[in-house]
């Protein structure tokens, strides 16, 4: 008979994560009270799940800075077979290379211009925000025939040597620089 804890370091497993299983025998070797914890980790999120016996406790799960404690097996599950929402993610320290590491775009930072515009436009856009290191997204809802929404969709050289992406929609004016860019979807 497997424990609680084997089904759910599958399905980490299945969905990406490391895990691993850390009992904790009491001396008197009673079943009741053996405390299972189940450790898992992917990229920057991490998940313990305790159980005392065949009861779970209450888990505590991490991304970057957010934190939260799912009580219950299904909130569990959620975390194990989805992926993390990149709005939640807050990371203490904005070095470029944490930044290099979550990043998921179809293009380099120094990819021609026209290349980067034709893979954002008409799709989501997340970035890690210098202000306050948190996720934001914005949708570039860019239509190349109107001249008022062609004219401020552009990727250029600041001063300061980082290439920017730029472009205004009805919720207004976006500029974002393509190293802060994690994910387009």
């Not at 599958?10 to 009491?26: F, N």
């Not at 515009?117 to 239509?143: E, F, L, P, Y």
């Not at 190349?144 to 050289?157: I, M």
């Amino acid at each position: 008979m497997e424990h609680k804890s084997e089904q759910f370091k599958r399905t980490a497993e299945l969905h990406g994560w490391k895990a691993q299983i850390q009992p904790v025998i009491p001396e008197n070797k009673n079943w009741d009270e053996i405390v299972w914890n189940l450790y898992c980790v992917r990229g920057q999120e991490a998940l313990h799940v305790p159980w005392t016996g065949d009861r779970q406790g209450i888990a505590t799960y991490t991304y970057g800075e957010y934190k939260s404690h799912p009580a219950r097996k299904a909130p569990v599950m959620d975390i194990l077979s989805g992926m993390p929402d990149p709005k939640r993610l807050k990371l203490r320290v904005h070095s470029e290379e944490e930044v290099a590491e979550l990043r998921s775009v179809p293009f380099l930072p120094d990819s021609p211009a026209v290349d980067i515009m034709m893979h954002v436009m008409k799709k989501q856009v997340t970035w890690i925000s210098k202000i306050d290191g948190r996720a934001r997204s914005a949708d570039v809802n860019v239509d190349l025939r109107d001249p008022r929404s062609a004219k401020h969709f552009r990727v250029y050289e600041a001063p300061s040597g980082r290439r920017i992406l730029e472009w205004a929609d009805p919720y207004g004016f976006h500029a974002v620089a393509l190293s802060q860019i994690i994910n387009v979807i």
